[in-house]
Structures are given as C-alpha cells and as structure tokens.
C-alpha cells in the first residue's frame, strides 16, 4: 500500500490550494479515506472523511465550509480543495486508508491503518 500526497505549498491567508493523494496496492473504491493535520507542537488532528461510495462526507468544525474532500476511484485519487485559508490551517496534511473494506467514514486516527508521507501547507498572515 502507497499513499503520496502532494500540492501543498505557501499561500497567503484567503488562498486556495488543492491536494491530492494518489493510492495504489489496494482496491481504493472499497475503502474509506481520510485527510488529517498535524500542526508544530500539536497532535495529529482529523480534517475531512469520504465514504468508498462518495456519497457521504465529514469535516472538522474547523473547516467545514472552506474544506471540500472528494474521490475519484477511476484514478485511486483523494482530494482536498481548501479556499479561504487561514494561518491556523499552516500543518502537514496527511492522507490515510481505513483499514476495513466497506467501512463507513470515521474520524478516529485508530480506524486509519495507512498513512502517506505528508504534504506541507503554511499559510502566511
């Protein structure tokens, strides 16, 4: 299992950035994915869920309604659209897999058993 994130970068507050998260080694369609952040000096906190049906989705208070995950199984994609960044948004952003096939979304980091590597997003005042 592979999970690279990518399209983070440095945005002034009020900027928009995409990531992606392209999957390989498991059937993506089946499983629930994730994106969660961890912030310098903080713990991993989760950010947005999307069931393997694409049809329900969940978001930290913190974001709902500047965050927008979605899927593409046809590409083994994940995505995360964020608009309206704010500079306590600045974290790595992790893509992650639950670890049961047909699992409904969770935000529990528990329920996650693959992790990509990270991408960073900082966001300047």
């Known amino acids: 299992v592979q999970l690279q994130a990518f399209g983070g970068g440095l945005v002034q507050a009020g900027g928009s950035l995409r990531l992606s998260c392209a999957a390989s080694?498991?059937?993506?369609?089946?499983?629930?994915m994730g994106w969660f952040r961890q912030a310098p000096g903080k713990e991993r906190e989760f950010v947005a869920v999307?069931?393997?049906?694409?049809?329900?989705?969940g978001y930290a208070d913190s974001v709902k309604g500047r965050f927008t995950i979605s899927r593409d199984n046809s590409k083994s994609t994940v995505y995360l659209q964020m608009n309206m960044l704010k500079p306590e948004d600045t974290a790595v952003y992790y893509c992650?897999?639950?670890?049961?096939?047909?699992?409904?979304?969770?935000?529990?980091?528990?329920?996650?058993?693959?992790w990509g590597r990270g991408t960073q997003v900082t966001v300047s005042s």
């Open positions: 999307i069931n393997w049906w694409r049809e329900g989705t």
């Open positions: 992650a897999k639950v670890s049961q096939t047909w699992q409904g979304a969770t935000t529990r980091s528990g329920d996650y058993d693959y």
């Open positions: 080694g498991f059937t993506f369609s089946g499983y629930t």
